[in-house]
T-cell receptor
Framework: AQKITQTQPGMFVQEKEAVTLDCTYD???????LFWYKQPSSGEMIFLIY??????QNATEGRYSLNFQKARKSANLVISASQLGDSAMYFC??????????????FGTGTSLTVIP | DADVTQTPRNRITKTGKRIMLECSQT?????MYWYRQDPGLGLQLIYY???????NKGEISDGYSVSRQAQAKFSLSLESAIPNQTALYFC???????????????FGPGTRLTVL
């Protein structure tokens, strides 16, 4: 079974609107971490946001927030007030295990976001 | 200067050739990783290393080998390259003791490898 599932290969959003990128994960570990990365067309991987499995509040970083629903095993990324520079591939990832011992990172297949002017 | 560097950035080679991709980091992290990215498949872990004496296979290690020459250097080798190893290769580092507590991965710029 896939550890990370991103079901939206491509998404479009109007500039200044909010958009949600979906991510579901599969693990039997109690301790894990969830990440979102952005990959622009230039290819580099840019860390956006992190959520630990024991964190009770949803993580936020500027215009990015992570909608963490533990029971549903989902970790959706919400981008508010979309900008043209947000057009990129977005990857959801999971680290199984504690941050000190967890060694495997799993990535989803990505969602291509296009922001329309 | 970039914290995680990869050389070369682009490489075209022929089937059967031996290829080495190099990664260097100035972040002082003990943990280093090699991933490959294929279109539509996201990133897959090839090998990872928690320190100079610790090397571990990832999901797709067949056809690859690695060397951790120092804390700052982690090399990936393709002993006999084949066309389906054409991909974008990323090196990454992490620090499980970082302030944010995430053990996030810091990626290099990637090496685009084409095997003809």
């Amino acid at each position: 079974a896939q550890k990370i599932t991103q079901t939206q290969p491509g998404m479009f959003v109007q500039e200044k609107e909010a958009v949600t990128l979906d991510c579901t994960y599969d693990t039997s570990d109690q301790s894990y971490g969830l990440f979102w990365y952005k990959q622009p067309s230039s290819g580099e991987m840019i860390f956006l946001i992190y959520q630990g499995s024991y964190d009770e509040q949803n993580a936020t970083e500027g215009r990015y927030s992570l909608n963490f629903q533990k029971a549903r095993k989902s970790a959706n990324l919400v981008i508010s007030a979309s900008q043209l520079g947000d057009s990129a591939m977005y990857f959801c990832a999971m680290r199984e295990g504690l941050m000190y011992t967890g060694n495997q990172f799993y990535f989803g297949t990505g969602t291509s976001l296009t922001v329309i002017p | 200067d970039a914290d995680v560097t990869q050389t070369p950035r682009n490489r075209i080679t022929k089937t059967g050739k031996r290829i080495m991709l190099e990664c260097s980091q100035t972040k002082g992290h003990d943990r280093m990783y090699w991933y490959r990215q294929d279109p539509g498949l996201g990133l897959q872990l090839i090998y990872y290393s928690f320190d100079v004496k610790d090397i571990n296979k990832g999901e797709i290690s067949d056809g690859y080998s690695v060397s951790r020459q120092a804390q700052a250097k982690f090399s990936l080798s393709l002993e006999s390259a084949i066309p389906n190893q054409t991909a974008l290769y990323f090196c990454a580092t992490s620090d499980p003791w970082d302030e944010g507590g995430s053990n996030e991965q810091f990626f290099g710029p990637g090496t685009r490898l084409t095997v003809l």
